[in-house]
């Protein structure tokens, strides 16, 4: 379980898990981000409607109450005004719905922060800020004025992101889905999705529109082996840190905070004093393996622990409260994707590779447009229908990946202790294997 459900007392008292066959007219598989939100939609859109959400284990059981808590407007997409402005609009819809349906999810939209602390990092940051629409370079003087970070050489800064709670908004989404008629199931694991019908143990739901919404569980599902690839992120949190440091620290404005690393750390100041990052990693399991209840290596919590401490020398001293991992879906070509087939009434949305707390808020608003054929302009944008290529069968991925993110680990070593101000041979050719848009 993360810090985030502790925080809240742990998981809300189960619901009930389904009990005999049922028919409805929209069946979702996954109480995710996703899931809920495309349900939430749904029903708001047409109260009518019967709905059914299949969830496994519980609502927000997996990466929804497990991520960094960034409401943030990127996506793994080559870039597009259009699906740029959609992700942007999806911030603050998500802050809309919260205030309306008084979740309260710790929210604070202050923005995020970019910042490179070796030369190399600041000439990929700088020029990143140059090209990167919303984002403004920020020299040293200007970021020790929000944050003050142990050599920092230059940041970035947009104001399109929010600081979040994940597991209070997915909680809380899960609650507001219920309010407007939903049904969600819970302890109810899906064996089978087949055209108009979803087997469970428990039961099958027969529907006339099925949506898949499991992102990192995908690969779990039969045939969709490689489809999307199961990646482990871990999260640290400290202890509340004492007023004495966060006065040496700053970040009042509690902005979202990434390097600028190949494997990149992420991190955010909670709403009671703390300071939560997380990072890759072991990033990838053999045979899409990965621990559901999230244990953390203690080599994971120990390379954690040293990036935050190198970040922020003055929380040295603050212990550890608390480590665990999730999964996130991540395509072949790290690029999201969201479709429904009228013809076989058959849906899915995921592979956010890491960016889902906004992105499936976007995903349900498009699956409810596209299921109910209102037409909304939600659907003319370009990650509709996309289908990335699969991933290579084992061991291929396996060795592809683990030598990947060995190959980005080597370069920021080595761009940090040689002091380089460009990105190593070995790091650009880790960028054109993996496929992604760096």
């Known amino acids: 379980m993360s810090f985030w459900w502790d925080a809240l007392g742990g998981p809300p008292a189960a619901r009930p898990s389904l009990s005999g066959d049922r028919s409805c007219d929209v069946a979702i598989v996954g109480a995710g981000y996703t899931g809920l939100w495309t349900a939430y939609y749904l029903a708001r859109h047409d109260p009518s409607l019967r709905i059914i959400v299949l969830e496994s284990r519980y609502a927000g059981y997996g990466a929804s109450g497990r991520n960094g808590g960034w409401l943030s407007a990127e996506i793994d997409f080559p870039h597009d005004a259009r699906l740029r402005q959609a992700m942007t609009d999806s911030v603050d819809e998500v802050l809309k719905v919260c205030a309306a349906e008084g979740i309260e999810a710790d929210a604070v939209k202050s923005g995020c922060l970019r910042v490179a602390v070796t030369p190399a990092q600041e000439t990929r940051l700088r020029a990143f800020a140059v090209v990167a629409a919303d984002w403004r370079l920020l020299e040293p003087a200007e970021l020790a004025t929000r944050v003050r970070v142990a050599g920092a050489r230059a940041a970035a800064f947009t104001p399109q992101c929010a600081r979040v709670q994940p597991a209070a908004l997915v909680a809380g989404l899960a609650r507001a889905a219920e309010r407007a008629g939903v049904l969600l199931f819970e302890q109810t694991p899906v064996t089978g999705i087949s055209r108009g019908a979803v087997s469970t143990p428990h039961g099958t739901v027969r529907a006339e529109a099925v949506v898949r919404a499991t992102e990192g569980f995908t690969a779990t599902l039969p045939g969709q082996r490689r489809r999307w690839l199961p990646m482990n ?6 202890e509340p840190l004492p007023a004495s440091v966060w006065s040496e620290i700053g970040w009042a404005d509690a902005e979202t905070m990434s390097d600028f690393a190949h494997a990149y750390c992420y991190l955010q100041r909670t709403a009671d004093g703390r300071i939560a990052i997380g990072g890759r990693g072991n990033p990838y399991r053999y045979s899409n393996g990965f621990d559901p209840n999230g244990h953390t290596p203690d080599s994971t919590v120990a390379a954690l622990t040293g990036m935050l401490r190198r970040l922020f020398p003055a929380a040295a001293e603050v212990p550890v409260a608390r480590a665990w991992s999730g999964v996130l879906g991540v395509p072949r070509d790290w690029r999201a994707g969201v479709a429904f087939d009228q013809a076989t009434g058959f849906g899915w949305a995921g592979g956010y590779a890491g960016h889902g707390v906004t992105t499936a808020n976007l995903a349900g608003r498009t699956l409810a447009g596209l299921i109910t054929g209102s037409g909304s302009e939600l659907a003319d944008l370009p990650w509709v229908g996309h289908v990335g ?12 990946v683990q030598a990947m993110y060995a190959a980005y680990r080597h370069a920021d070593r080595t761009e940090t202790a040689r002091g380089l101000g460009h990105s190593t041979r070995l790091s ?3 960028d054109l294997v993996s496929g992604r848009d760096r």
């Open 233 to 238: 992120s871990s999260v640290i949190v400290t």
């Open 389 to 400: 290529r699969r991933w290579e069968p084992e061991p291929l991925r396996w060795l592809g």
């Open 428 to 430: 650009r050719l880790a």
